[in-house]
C-alpha cells in the first residue's frame, strides 16, 4: 500500500473519530431530553386550545343553547339573560346568515363499522371525524387510526347571501331509512351486506326553524369486507339559497398524518399526494419537502398515502379543478406528527333543483393485490419501479405472484423470503455459471497476461499493453466484457427486489428470528443516552450488519478467484463500499438485508460447487486449442474493410 492511500485511510478514521467524538459531546442530556419533551406536550396541548377556542369562534359551541334553555326554564327571566340570548342570536344570524338555525345544535357521532374499517361520523360539519383500520395495529400496538378529529377537515364552501359559508362549524342532521339505525348511534355490518347513511344541512326556514326541504346531503355507502366506501354530496333545492351568480363548489380535504411505524425517516419518506389524471398515468408531488400543485384538471383520484395506508378520494366522472399541498411544519404539532396533506377540489354548479357529486373513498392499506383488485390505478402508490419497465414488470408479474403463492400456505414470512431467493437464484443460475466460466478463462490466462506486463514495465508504454493484452484475449477467444454483460442481466432484478422489500406491507410487524418486523429495522441494541453515530444512527441492525460483512467476504472472495491485483486505491474502495452500504441500509426493512444476506449466502455456496466441478485444465487446453485456429474477422470489422477498399485504402492482410 502506497504512502498516499496510508494517508487517505488515516484521515477518514480521524474524521470518522471527529464525528463521533462531536455527536458524543453534543448529545442531549436526560434533563434536556425531559425538557424537550414538556415542551412538544405543551406546543400539543396550546393546539388543542387553539381548536377548542376556534370551535367556539365557529359557532361549535353548545353554550348557546344552554343560555336558551335556561332562560326558558325560568319562570321570570331577567332583562340581561334575554339581552345576552338576543345578542348572541344576532351573531350568528350575521355571521351564518342563511344557516344561522343550523349554527346550533349538539355534536354527535354515528359510526359504520364492518370486519375491516371503523367509520365515525360527525354531525358537526357531517364529515367523517376518524377511520379505524381494525385488522392492522400501529408499530408499539396500538389501534391504527388513520386521522381523528383534531387532526383532519372535511368541508364543503359555497357563497349564500354573499357570505362564504364552510360547512365545518355547521350542524347537520341525520337521515337513514334502514330500521336497524333506529334508536341507534352506530351499526356493524357484515357478509354482503351494505349500509346508507346520510347527514344533511338545511338552511333556515320560518320561526327559526329549519327549511327540511332544502338541504345539502353527505351520503355515506358501506358495503362490508370492502375497504371502498360510497360518498355521494347532494345538493337539493337549493337554489334561492347558494347565490345565483356561484358557478362553483369547494370542497376542502386537509390530514395531519401521525406516525404508524417505527421509522419516522422511512415514513416520511414514503408519506406523499399521489393523483390520477383522467388521460394521462399516475402522478405525485415532490417527496421530501413542502410541495404544491395548482389547478390541476379533470382529476380521478386523489391519495393521501403514507408507507402502507393510504385515505383516497376518487370521483366517479373525474374533478373538474384540484389544487394540492404537502407541507411539513417545522415546529412540531405534536408527538409523531409527519406531514399536512390538503387537497381543494372544485365542483361545477349549475343551479338545478337537484344535483349530485358521486365518489368514493378509500381507506385501507397499500397492498398490491388489494389496490389493484379495483382496476383504477391505485396500485401504481406502491413504489414498485414504475419508471422503468423492467423493474415493475419483474414485480408484478413474478415477485408478487410466487410471494403471494407461497403467503397462501401460511408460511413464516422469513421461510418465504428464503424460498423466494432460493427460486430466484435457481432462475439466475445459467447468467451465474456463465460470469463464472468468464471469470475461469481469465484467470487461467492471467500468467501470460503478466507476461505481457512485464514486457511493457514503462508508463509510456501503457497503450501498447493493452492492445497486446486485447491481441491475446482475441487469439484465445475471450471477451473481456462477458463476465460484464451477465452481471448487467441480473441488475433489473436486484433493484425490483429493493423496491419491492420495504414497499410490502406483507412484511409489516411480521417476526423472523430476532427481527420483530421484517418491514423495520432489527434493533438488537440501541445507543444508550440518546447517542447517534452520524451517517449510521442510533441502533445496531444485526441483519444489516451480517449482510455488510458477507458483501466484504464476497468481495474478497471474488477477487481471489479472479487473482486480480487491484490498485491500492481501487482496493480500498471496494471493501469501503460495503461499509457505507452498513449506514444507510440500517434503518431500512430489515427483511431487504436479511434477503441480500441470503443471496450473498447462496453465492458463496454456487461458487463453491463451480469450483469443485469445473476443470480449469480443461479450460486452458481449449484455449491452447483455439489460439492455434485463425483469428475470425468480425463482421463489423469485414463491411470497415470492405468499405475501406471502395475508397481506396490499403488493406493490412491477416
Same mark, same amino acid.
Given at each position: 500500500?502506497?504512502?498516499?492511500? =496510508?494517508?487517505?485511510?488515516?484521515?477518514?478514521?480521524?474524521?470518522?473519530?471527529?464525528?463521533?467524538?462531536?455527536?458524543?459531546?453534543?448529545?442531549?442530556?436526560?434533563?434536556?431530553?425531559?425538557?424537550?419533551?414538556?415542551?412538544?406536550?405543551?406546543?400539543?396541548?396550546?393546539?388543542?386550545?387553539?381548536?377548542?377556542?376556534d370551535s367556539i369562534a365557529k359557532g361549535k359551541?353548545?353554550?348557546?343553547?344552554?343560555?336558551?334553555?335556561?332562560?326558558?326554564?325560568?319562570?321570570? !327571566?331577567?332583562?340581561?339573560?334575554?339581552?345576552?340570548?338576543?345578542?348572541?342570536?344576532?351573531?350568528?344570524?350575521?355571521?351564518?346568515?342563511?344557516?344561522?338555525?343550523?349554527?346550533?345544535?349538539?355534536?354527535?357521532?354515528?359510526?359504520?363499522?364492518?370486519?375491516?374499517?371503523?367509520?365515525?361520523?360527525?354531525?358537526?360539519?357531517?364529515?367523517?371525524?376518524?377511520?379505524?383500520?381494525?385488522?392492522?395495529?400501529?408499530?408499539?400496538?396500538?389501534?391504527?387510526?388513520?386521522?381523528?378529529?383534531?387532526t383532519s377537515n372535511f368541508s364543503l364552501t359555497?357563497?349564500?347571501?354573499?357570505?362564504?359559508?364552510?360547512?365545518?362549524? @355547521?350542524?347537520?342532521?341525520?337521515?337513514?331509512?334502514?330500521?336497524?339505525?333506529?334508536?341507534?348511534?352506530?351499526?356493524?355490518?357484515?357478509?354482503?351486506?351494505? =349500509?346508507?347513511?346520510?347527514?344533511?344541512?338545511?338552511?333556515?326556514?320560518?320561526?327559526?326553524?329549519?327549511?327540511?326541504?332544502?338541504?345539502?346531503?353527505?351520503?355515506?355507502?358501506?358495503?362490508?369486507?370492502?375497504?371502498?366506501?360510497?360518498?355521494?354530496?347532494?345538493?337539493?333545492?337549493?337554489?334561492?339559497?347558494?347565490?345565483?351568480?356561484?358557478?362553483?363548489?369547494?370542497?376542502?380535504?386537509? @390530514?395531519?398524518?401521525?406516525?404508524?411505524?417505527k421509522s419516522l425517516k422511512n415514513e416520511l419518506?414514503?408519506?406523499?399526494?399521489?393523483?390520477? !389524471?383522467?388521460?394521462?398515468?399516475?402522478?405525485?408531488?415532490?417527496?421530501?419537502?413542502?410541495?404544491?400543485?395548482?389547478?390541476?384538471?379533470?382529476?380521478?383520484?386523489?391519495?393521501?398515502?403514507?408507507?402502507?395506508?393510504?385515505?383516497?378520494?376518487?370521483?366517479?366522472?373525474?374533478?373538474?379543478?384540484?389544487?394540492?399541498?404537502?407541507?411539513?411544519?417545522?415546529?412540531?404539532?405534536?408527538?409523531?406528527?409527519?406531514?399536512?396533506?390538503?387537497?381543494?377540489?372544485?365542483?361545477?354548479?349549475?343551479?338545478?333543483?337537484?344535483?349530485?357529486?358521486?365518489?368514493?373513498?378509500?381507506?385501507?392499506?397499500?397492498?398490491?393485490?388489494?389496490?389493484?383488485?379495483?382496476?383504477?390505478?391505485?396500485?401504481?402508490?406502491? %413504489?414498485?419501479?414504475?419508471?422503468?419497465?423492467?423493474?415493475?414488470?419483474?414485480?408484478?408479474?413474478?415477485?408478487?405472484?410466487?410471494?403471494?403463492?407461497?403467503?397462501?400456505?401460511?408460511?413464516?414470512?422469513?421461510?418465504?423470503?428464503?424460498?423466494?431467493?432460493?427460486?430466484?437464484?435457481?432462475?439466475?443460475? %445459467?447468467?451465474?455459471?456463465?460470469?463464472?466460466?468468464?471469470?475461469?478463462?481469465?484467470?487461467?490466462?492471467?500468467?501470460?497476461?503478466?507476461?505481457?506486463?512485464?514486457?511493457?514495465?514503462?508508463?509510456?508504454?501503457?497503450?501498447?499493453?493493452?492492445?497486446?493484452?486485447?491481441?491475446?484475449?482475441?487469439?484465445?477467444?475471450?471477451?473481456?466484457?462477458?463476465?460484464?454483460?451477465?452481471?448487467?442481466?441480473?441488475?433489473?432484478?436486484?433493484?425490483?427486489?429493493?423496491?419491492?422489500?420495504?414497499?410490502?406491507?406483507?412484511?409489516?410487524?411480521?417476526?423472523?428470528?430476532?427481527?420483530?418486523?421484517?418491514?423495520?429495522?432489527?434493533?438488537?441494541?440501541?445507543?444508550?443516552?440518546?447517542?447517534?453515530?452520524?451517517?449510521?444512527?442510533?441502533?445496531?441492525?444485526?441483519?444489516?450488519?451480517?449482510?455488510?460483512?458477507?458483501?466484504?467476504?464476497?468481495?474478497?472472495?471474488?477477487?481471489?478467484?479472479?487473482?486480480?491485483?487491484?490498485?491500492?486505491?481501487?482496493?480500498?474502495?471496494?471493501?469501503?463500499?460495503? =461499509?457505507?452500504?452498513?449506514?444507510?441500509?440500517?434503518?431500512?426493512?430489515?427483511?431487504?438485508?436479511?434477503?441480500?444476506?441470503?443471496?450473498? @449466502?447462496?453465492?458463496?455456496?454456487?461458487?463453491?460447487?463451480?469450483?469443485?466441478?469445473?476443470?480449469?485444465?480443461?479450460?486452458?487446453?481449449?484455449?491452447?486449442?483455439?489460439?492455434?485456429?485463425?483469428?475470425?474477422?468480425?463482421?463489423?470489422?469485414?463491411?470497415?474493410?470492405?468499405?475501406?477498399?471502395?475508397?481506396?485504402?490499403?488493406?493490412?492482410?491477416?
Amino acid at each position: 500500500m502506497n504512502k498516499g492511500t =496510508v494517508n487517505t485511510i488515516i484521515g477518514l478514521l480521524l474524521i470518522f473519530g471527529i464525528l463521533i467524538g462531536y455527536s458524543l459531546l453534543t448529545a442531549p442530556s436526560k434533563e434536556e431530553r425531559l425538557a424537550k419533551f414538556k415542551k412538544d406536550s405543551a406546543a400539543w396541548a396550546q393546539k388543542n386550545l387553539q381548536i377548542h377556542q376556534d370551535s367556539i369562534a365557529k359557532g361549535k359551541s353548545d353554550s348557546i343553547n344552554k343560555i336558551k334553555q335556561d332562560s326558558l326554564s325560568m319562570t321570570q !327571566p331577567d332583562d340581561t339573560v334575554k339581552g345576552t340570548i338576543s345578542d348572541t342570536i344576532n351573531e350568528l344570524n350575521k355571521k351564518f346568515g342563511k344557516f344561522s338555525v343550523s349554527a346550533k345544535g349538539t355534536k354527535k357521532h354515528f359510526i359504520l363499522e364492518d370486519s375491516l374499517v371503523k367509520i365515525k361520523l360527525s354531525s358537526l360539519g357531517g364529515g367523517i371525524s376518524s377511520v379505524e383500520l381494525k385488522t392492522y395495529k400501529t408499530h408499539d400496538g396500538k389501534p391504527l387510526i388513520l386521522f381523528d378529529t383534531d387532526t383532519s377537515n372535511f368541508s364543503l364552501t359555497f357563497l349564500s347571501g354573499y357570505k362564504d359559508i364552510n360547512t365545518s362549524g @355547521l350542524s347537520f342532521e341525520p337521515y337513514c331509512t334502514d330500521k336497524r339505525f333506529s334508536g341507534k348511534d352506530s351499526i356493524v355490518i357484515s357478509g354482503s351486506d351494505s =349500509v346508507s347513511f346520510a347527514l344533511r344541512l338545511h338552511p333556515n326556514g320560518s320561526d327559526s326553524a329549519k327549511n327540511t326541504g332544502k338541504y345539502i346531503e353527505f351520503l355515506y355507502t358501506l358495503r362490508a369486507d370492502n375497504y371502498m366506501m360510497g360518498f355521494d354530496i347532494n345538493i337539493v333545492n337549493m337554489q334561492d339559497v347558494i347565490d345565483e351568480n356561484s358557478t362553483y363548489l369547494a370542497f376542502d380535504w386537509k @390530514l395531519d398524518l401521525t406516525q404508524q411505524e417505527k421509522s419516522l425517516k422511512n415514513e416520511l419518506m414514503n408519506t406523499n399526494i399521489y393523483f390520477k !389524471p383522467a388521460e394521462d398515468k399516475v402522478d405525485y408531488l415532490k417527496e421530501n419537502s413542502d410541495d404544491k400543485k395548482d389547478k390541476l384538471h379533470n382529476i380521478k383520484w386523489v391519495s393521501f398515502k403514507q408507507q402502507f395506508f393510504s385515505s383516497t378520494l376518487l370521483s366517479d366522472a373525474s374533478f373538474k379543478e384540484a389544487s394540492l399541498e404537502i407541507v411539513q411544519q417545522k415546529d412540531t404539532l405534536f408527538p409523531g406528527y409527519l406531514k399536512t396533506l390538503s387537497a381543494s377540489i372544485t365542483f361545477p354548479y349549475d343551479k338545478g333543483p337537484e344535483q349530485s357529486y358521486p365518489m368514493s373513498m378509500y381507506f385501507g392499506p397499500t397492498k398490491y393485490k388489494i389496490l389493484n383488485s379495483y382496476d383504477l390505478g391505485l396500485e401504481r402508490q406502491i %413504489p414498485l419501479g414504475w419508471g422503468f419497465f423492467l423493474l415493475h414488470w419483474i414485480n408484478r408479474l413474478a415477485v408478487i405472484p410466487v410471494f403471494n403463492w407461497l403467503e397462501s400456505y401460511g408460511i413464516n414470512y422469513g421461510i418465504i423470503i428464503l424460498i423466494l431467493t432460493i427460486l430466484l437464484k435457481i432462475v439466475l443460475l %445459467p447468467i451465474a455459471y456463465k460470469t463464472y466460466m468468464s471469470s475461469a478463462r481469465m484467470r487461467v490466462l492471467k500468467p501470460e497476461v503478466d507476461e505481457i506486463g512485464q514486457k511493457f514495465p514503462k508508463k509510456e508504454d501503457a497503450m501498447k499493453k493493452q492492445q497486446a493484452t486485447m491481441a491475446l484475449y482475441k487469439k484465445a477467444g475471450i471477451n473481456p466484457m462477458s463476465g460484464c454483460v451477465p452481471m448487467l442481466l441480473q441488475m433489473p432484478i436486484l433493484i425490483a427486489l429493493y423496491r419491492f422489500f420495504p414497499a410490502s406491507i406483507e412484511l409489516r410487524q411480521q417476526p423472523f428470528l430476532w427481527a420483530n418486523d421484517l418491514s423495520s429495522y432489527d434493533s438488537v441494541w440501541d445507543f444508550p443516552g440518546g447517542f447517534s453515530i452520524p451517517f449510521y444512527g442510533d441502533h445496531v441492525s444485526l441483519f444489516c450488519l451480517l449482510m455488510t460483512i458477507s458483501t466484504i467476504l464476497y468481495t474478497k472472495l471474488n477477487n481471489q478467484m479472479m487473482g486480480t491485483q487491484s490498485q491500492p486505491g481501487m482496493k480500498f474502495i471496494m471493501y469501503a463500499m460495503p =461499509v457505507m452500504f452498513l449506514g444507510f441500509f440500517n434503518d431500512f426493512a430489515s427483511g431487504l438485508s436479511y434477503y441480500y444476506l441470503l443471496a450473498n @449466502l447462496i453465492t458463496f455456496l454456487q461458487m463453491f460447487l463451480f469450483r469443485k466441478f469445473v476443470n480449469e485444465d480443461k479450460i486452458h487446453a481449449r484455449i491452447q486449442e483455439h489460439k492455434k485456429k485463425p483469428v475470425k474477422v468480425s463482421g463489423f470489422q469485414k463491411r470497415l474493410e470492405n468499405m475501406a477498399k471502395r475508397q481506396g485504402y490499403p488493406v493490412k492482410k491477416k
